[in-house]
Every structure is written in C-alpha cells, then in structure tokens.
C-alpha cells in the first residue's frame, strides 16, 4: 500500500471563535486524510504532497456559500469544492497538488450526531470522508452510487476506529 504526503490547511472558524475545544485535533484530521487516501488505492503519485482545505464553520456561512454555488438557499452539512474536476492532468512539474475544499457547517453536524445518536466527532468524520470523497471524484447521482459512497465512507471511519452512523438511515425504509 503506497503512503502518501497530505498537507492539510484547517479553518476553524467555528470552534475558534467560540472560544471552544474541537472534538479532533489537527494532527488526528491530519493523520485520517493520509490514511484514507493509502487505503483508497488509487492510481497517484505517492512522491507528491496533496493539499486539502478543511473549513469548519456555521450554518449562515455554509447557507450562503449553498446559494452561491448551488442556488440552494439553505444551510447543509457538507460542501465539497473539487480542485481538478477532470482526470488528474500532466503533474510532473509539481511537487504538490491541490485536491480542493471541504466545509462543514458544526452546527448542522450537532444536530445531525444528534438525531442520530452518536458524537460530533464521529459526524465530522462522516462528513469530511463524504467531502473528501467528493474531492477524488466519487459522486452520487442515485441511490445506488449513494449507497456505495456511503459504503465507503464507513470503510473509511472503520479504519480509524470509529463505528459510522448506518448507512440504512439515508434511505426510505
């Protein structure tokens, strides 16, 4: 399994200005995106570094980002911002590259670990493997490509030793 080099730029806007402790260290946030990006066993360069953006922030500014973006003119979960939307282009020049954005609104992700009774930290996690899934491309166009993300996002939280919320609750009984 090759290893690869993630620089990691976190934007605590949520936590930090409240003044309050993040459920996840950034060394942890850090570690998780390198692990899962090893486990993921896709076809790139393990002599570069990808850099990945994590913003966390609330549901106002993740509204407004859902309707300038989206024309969604409502707050959300997660929003991903994809940096290469194609196949990976000539890259051999660069000694890193740039995989995109991941923001998740806290405040959504409180009340969502709440409804479904497990912990913030095991919903940022769930929601930054969904985010960053989307940054290597995944989509789910369906319910069968959201089931099969889904999937993978709980093979993603197993990895790191936390149990991810069942993937039964995004479907209709």
Do not use: C
Not at 98 to 117: R, Y
């Amino acid at each position: 399994m090759k290893q690869y080099q993630t620089d990691l730029y976190i934007e605590d806007l949520y936590f930090f200005d409240r003044k309050l402790e993040s459920p996840i260290k950034e060394s942890e946030w850090q570690n998780w995106l390198e692990k899962w990006l090893s486990l993921l066993e896709l076809d790139l360069d393990d002599q570069k570094t990808y850099e990945i953006s994590l913003i966390l922030t609330d549901d106002q500014e993740i509204q407004s980002l859902n309707q300038q973006y989206r024309d969604k003119d409502q707050p959300t979960d997660v929003l991903s911002f994809a940096a290469l939307e194609t196949d990976f282009p000539d890259t051999d020049f660069l000694d890193s590259i740039t995989l995109g954005d991941i923001i998740i609104s806290v405040e959504t992700a409180q009340k969502q670990a709440l409804s479904q009774g497990h912990s913030l930290r095991v919903e940022l996690a769930w929601l930054t493997s969904h985010g960053f899934l989307h940054l290597l491309g995944w989509d789910h166009p369906d319910d069968d490509f959201l089931k099969e993300m889904l999937t993978l996002q709980e093979f993603l939280l197993n990895s790191i030793e936390l149990q991810a919320p069942s993937i039964e609750l995004f479907f209709d009984s």
